[in-house]
């Protein structure tokens, strides 16, 4: 049987929900018996259990499999918490607002981590009218190239997708944007939490 979820998980979220084996058996209409084995390594739970495990350990089954639980404080739903996943198989942009537990092409994904700008990622922001134009000093080849940028205020967030051989600019609607965001495919997310109407490399 492949091993979905390890004994060392079933336990900790036992003990955080404070329940003995003998509850958590009863919950799931088996014996004490195999709760035990689960925990110590000489049995595994079948797969068809994964969903209600999780239901009673009040966690997703991402999060049982991974066994990571993702607690999620953004209660306020403030945008200005926003977290970027990409998929490393498809390029696949994923939004959210807080922790979360998201799969693609089968692979757990972690949300990215800013980076501090440098010259071979320039940067120049221009107010026309209401909008700002955003333009990004860097190639665009199928091998290195920006994948999207994301303009982000506390009520919403614009994003725009960008593709190798394209252009490396965007426009968003100012509509109280606070934050900028961009993702280099090879040197990952960069942030200006800063918003100027000049280029980066002149401040």
């Given at each position: 049987?492949?091993?979905?979820?390890?004994?060392?998980?079933?336990?900790?979220?036992?003990?955080?929900?404070?329940?003995?084996?003998?509850?958590?058996?009863?919950?799931?209409?088996?014996?004490?018996?195999?709760?035990?084995?689960?925990?110590?390594?000489?049995?595994?739970?079948?797969?068809?259990?994964?969903?209600?495990?999780?239901?009673?350990?009040?966690?997703?089954?991402?999060?049982?499999?991974?066994?990571?639980?993702?607690?999620?404080?953004?209660?306020?739903?403030?945008?200005?918490?926003?977290?970027?996943?990409?998929?490393?198989?498809?390029?696949?942009?994923?939004?959210?607002?807080?922790?979360?537990?998201?799969?693609?092409?089968?692979?757990?994904?972690?949300?990215?981590?800013?980076?501090?700008?440098?010259?071979?990622?320039?940067?120049?922001?221009?107010?026309?009218?209401?909008?700002?134009?955003?333009?990004?000093?860097?190639?665009?080849?199928?091998?290195?190239?920006?994948?999207?940028?994301?303009?982000?205020?506390?009520?919403?967030?614009?994003?725009?997708?960008?593709?190798?051989?394209?252009?490396?600019?965007?426009?968003?609607?100012?509509?109280?944007?606070?934050?900028?965001?961009?993702?280099?495919?090879?040197?990952?997310?960069?942030?200006i939490a800063k918003i100027k109407s000049q280029s980066s490399k002149d401040k």
């Amino acid at each position: 049987m492949n091993q979905y979820v390890t004994g060392a998980v079933i336990k900790e979220l036992r003990e955080k929900n404070h329940m003995t084996q003998a509850e958590l058996a009863e919950k799931l209409c088996l014996s004490d018996k195999t709760i035990s084995k689960w925990e110590t390594g000489k049995g595994y739970p079948d797969i068809t259990l994964l969903e209600p495990l999780a239901e009673v350990f009040g966690v997703s089954i991402t999060e049982l499999i991974a066994g990571n639980a993702i607690t999620n404080l953004n209660i306020a739903a403030n945008m200005l918490r926003s977290k970027f996943y990409v998929c490393p198989v498809c390029g696949n942009v994923i939004h959210s607002m807080g922790e979360a537990a998201i799969n693609c092409h089968g692979i757990l994904l972690c949300p990215a981590e800013t980076g501090e700008m440098d010259d071979a990622h320039g940067i120049s922001i221009e107010r026309v009218e209401d909008e700002y134009f955003v333009q990004i000093e860097h190639e665009m080849t199928k091998q290195h190239y920006i994948s999207f940028v994301a303009a982000v205020s506390s009520d919403r967030v614009q994003i725009v997708k960008l593709y190798p051989e394209g252009n490396a600019q965007a426009r968003f609607k100012i509509n109280g944007v606070r934050k900028l965001y961009f993702y280099c495919n090879r040197d990952g997310l960069f942030e200006i939490a800063k918003i100027k109407s000049q280029s980066s490399k002149d401040k």
